[in-house]
C-alpha cells in the first residue's frame, strides 16, 4: 500500500517571497503524483499531477512540482507567492492498480505574511 | 469540463436521523466514485469506493451499514449516514473518476458538511 509524508504542518511565507512544500511518499511501483490546494471549507483543487515523462510539471497558478524517484519526493514550489495563495495543501500517491486509490498527506497550512 | 457537484452543501440534523448525500458528475460519465471524511484540520480518509451497478468497497473500520452508498447511474452516488451521532459529524467529500478518461484522476466535489446535533 502507498503512503504519502508531508513533514510540515505550517509553514509562513512572506508575501512574493518563494515556496515549498515537502512531499515524500512510499509506494512499490511507479507512483502517480498529485498536488491539491484546499480553501477554508471547500473542496479540492487540483494544481497538478505527474504520471510519467518530464519529471518537472507544471500546475496552475504558477505552481510547479518535481518528481524525483530516487528521494522519493514529489515537493511544490512557487517563485513568488500571492496572499491569494494561503490554503491547505496536500500530497497525494495514487496506486497503478486496483481501484486506483490516492491516499493523501496530511496536508501543509500555507500561511502568508505581508 | 469534469465538474462534481454535491448535495447538500451542508446538513444539521439530530443524532438518531438518517441523512443522504448526493454526488453527481455534472458533465461526465463516472464509473468510479469514491467517498472520502475529513475531521477539522486533518486530511482526508478514504471511506469507499463505489463502482456503476456493484456494491460498494469500504476501507478497513468503516461500517457498511452505518455508511450506506449506492451508485445506480454513471453520474450519480449516494452515501446515507444512518442513525447518526455526534461523533459522525464531519466534512464529507467525493470524487469520480471520469469512464474511459485518463486513468487514474478523480475530480472532487466541493463536500458537505454534517453536524449531528
Known amino acids: 500500500a502507498q503512503s504519502v509524508t508531508q513533514p510540515d504542518i505550517h509553514i509562513t511565507v512572506s508575501e512574493g517571497a518563494s515556496l515549498e512544500l515537502r512531499c515524500n511518499y512510499s509506494?512499490?511501483?511507479?507512483?502517480?503524483l498529485f498536488w491539491y490546494v484546499q480553501s477554508p471549507g471547500q473542496g479540492l483543487q487540483l494544481l497538478l499531477k505527474?504520471?510519467?515523462?518530464?519529471?518537472l510539471v507544471q500546475g496552475i497558478k504558477g505552481f510547479e512540482a518535481e518528481f524525483k524517484r530516487s528521494q522519493s519526493s514529489f515537493n511544490l514550489r512557487k517563485p513568488s507567492v500571492h496572499w491569494s495563495d494561503a490554503a491547505e495543501y496536500f500530497c497525494a500517491v495514487g496506486a497503478s492498480t486496483g481501484f486506483q486509490k490516492l491516499v493523501f498527506g496530511t496536508g501543509t497550512r500555507l500561511l502568508v505574511s505581508p | 469540463g469534469a465538474v462534481v457537484s454535491q448535495h447538500p452543501s451542508w446538513v444539521i440534523c439530530k443524532s438518531g436521523t438518517s441523512v443522504k448525500i448526493e454526488c453527481r458528475s455534472l458533465?461526465?460519465?463516472?464509473?468510479?466514485m469514491f467517498w472520502y471524511r475529513q475531521f477539522p484540520k486533518q486530511s482526508l480518509m478514504l471511506m469507499a469506493t463505489s463502482n456503476e451497478g456493484s456494491k460498494a468497497t469500504y476501507e478497513q473500520g468503516v461500517e457498511k451499514d452505518k455508511f450506506l452508498i449506492n451508485h445506480a447511474s454513471l453520474t450519480l452516488s449516494t452515501l446515507t449516514v444512518t442513525s447518526a451521532h455526534p461523533e459522525d459529524s464531519s466534512f464529507y467529500i467525493c470524487?469520480?473518476?471520469?469512464?474511459?478518461?485518463?486513468?487514474?484522476?478523480?475530480?472532487f466535489g466541493p463536500g458537505t458538511r454534517l453536524t449531528v446535533l
Open positions: 470524487s469520480a473518476r471520469q469512464a474511459g478518461g485518463p486513468g487514474i484522476e478523480q475530480f
Open positions: 505527474y504520471f510519467s515523462g518530464d519529471t
Open positions: 509506494y512499490g511501483a511507479t507512483p502517480y
Open positions: 458533465d461526465f460519465q463516472a464509473t468510479t
